[in-house]
């Protein structure tokens, strides 16, 4: 296992004025995709709630002295659910990027969050560079002449399709895969620092084909997670992988090499959604940069501004 070098791990300041301002930026252009819809987020307004915890394994403690990893059991809300701002969008809509964001319910009333996506890397490297792309998708409405503006600004940027590509459809929440794109640093109790990317493995990966997707119902996988659940729980194992040195930490939209080795941190365990799931996720909001001692931000600035984003939307809907 090799520890990545501290000093290669700058620890980007606070949110500031120009993450806020960026991200004013991005919600108005969300706005300008899908129109306003009152009391839904502005992105992945579809989704669903459900409760479970968490319980790590001896391998986590070892990476971080963070007290998430204890190995106690910890109560988790999670929230699933579908890309676009659109509430009423059809589960199995083409290309639709699943997400799955986990709260994580601390002893004392503190909170960590993490924040996956059913992709392989995130579209673009930067938020600056992620707010001209949903420029261009703004400005490419259906039926618009080809090429589109987001045509174009695909040809440019082949991070786009190489990350919008690798999304599927799942037979079920339950059997998605969920990766946390963005590098986190676990210090360990000595001091050692190691960056992780997070993935969300479920006991099996089940993927429908396009017309197979086609015939389903436009509700399922929101109808079949708490049939699922009633029958008996869904478990995902929670897994980093590991960076070695020399691997680059402030780009979402790169891989790692596939031979990076992976840890399993812990299994989650989803028991039951919740039956006020529309009224509950209102009010629920995942932060990527609420997080404990033991687990702290590496130089890749995306959490903050998405972190940012997401307080400036919460706050929109809340209105």
């Avoid at 300041?13 to 991005?26: E, G």
């Avoid at 004392?108 to 949903?134: C, H, Q, S």
Wanted: aromatic share 8%.
């Amino acid at each position: 296992m090799s520890q990545a070098p501290a000093e290669s791990q700058p620890t980007p300041a606070a949110p500031d004025d120009d993450y806020t301002a960026l991200a004013t930026q991005i919600v108005d252009i969300f706005y300008k995709i899908y129109g306003t819809h009152p009391g839904f987020r502005v992105n992945h307004a579809k989704g669903i709630v459900a409760k479970g915890n968490f319980v790590a394994t001896p391998a986590a403690a070892a990476l971080s002295r963070a007290a998430l990893f204890d190995g106690s059991s910890i109560p988790v809300t999670v929230r699933c659910s579908n890309d676009g701002g659109i509430p009423a969008i059809p589960d199995g809509a083409p290309g639709n990027i699943k997400g799955m964001a986990v709260k994580f319910h601390m002893p004392g009333g503190a909170e960590v969050d993490i924040v996956m996506l059913a992709v392989k890397t995130f579209p673009m490297a930067t938020g600056e560079g992620f707010r001209d792309l949903l420029m261009a998708i703004s400005e490419s409405p259906e039926g618009a002449p080809k090429p589109t503006r987001f045509d174009e600004f695909a040809a440019r940027h082949p991070t786009v399709s190489a990350s919008f590509d690798t999304a599927g459809t799942p037979d079920s929440f339950a059997h998605e895969e969920y990766l946390g794109l963005n590098a986190f640093i676990f210090v360990d109790k000595a001091g050692r620092r190691q960056a992780v990317r997070y993935i969300m493995a479920p006991e099996q990966v089940v993927y429908l084909t396009a017309d197979e997707a086609a015939k389903q119902s436009p509700d399922f996988l929101i109808d079949d997670l708490p049939q699922r659940l009633a029958k008996k729980p869904a478990v995902f194992h929670l897994t980093a992988q590991l960076a070695e040195g020399g691997d680059q930490t402030k780009d979402p939209s790169q891989l790692w090499p596939n031979d990076r080795e992976v840890v399993d941190l812990g299994t989650l365990t989803l028991h039951e959604t919740l039956s006020n799931s529309r009224e509950v996720q209102k009010d629920l909001l995942f932060l990527p940069t609420n997080l404990i001692d033991g687990i702290e931000l590496s130089d890749d600035r995306m959490p903050l501004i998405r972190t940012a984003v997401y307080g400036v939307a919460f706050a929109r809907r809340s209105r």
